[in-house]
């Protein structure tokens, strides 16, 4: 049942070519308007053909997938990258952070050191 369809549900289809990791979480991110197919929003039961471009926002990020063939069972994932072309861009470098924030001396809460000394001063 791999490709020999002429069509398949695009919930289905997503699960398939595992964009989602289940069934349900893919027909949800069609409910709450994620899933486009050809520029439309897409219901679950939604068919899908080979050529069809299909744009879909998965944990906040964009994807833009061609469908190659349709498939409806889940398979391997060299299998499900053969179903698809995926158009999306690359995403911009990240910008790198220092390792460690620095801030000058007795800026901020005292150390712990500081604080010790602090409490024996108070004591006297």
Not at 10 to 29: G, N, Y
Not at 95 to 123: C, F, H, I, Q, S
Request: proline share 6%; glycine share 6%; charged share 35%.
């Amino acid at each position: 049942m791999t490709g020999d369809e002429a069509s398949a549900r695009i919930d289905a289809w997503l699960w398939a070519v595992r964009q989602f990791k289940t069934r349900s979480a893919a027909t949800a991110a069609c409910r709450a308007g994620h899933v486009r197919v050809n520029g439309e929003r897409a219901k679950a039961a939604q068919p899908v053909r080979a050529g069809d471009e299909v744009r879909v926002r998965v944990h906040g990020v964009d994807r833009h997938l061609v469908v190659r063939r349709t498939i409806v069972k889940r398979v391997s994932a060299a299998l499900a990258a053969t179903a698809l072309d995926d158009l999306t861009p690359a995403p911009p470098p990240r910008e790198e952070a220092p390792a460690a924030v620095l801030r000058e001396r007795g800026a901020g809460r005292p150390t712990k050191r500081e604080r010790r000394e602090l409490d024996r001063l108070r004591r006297r």
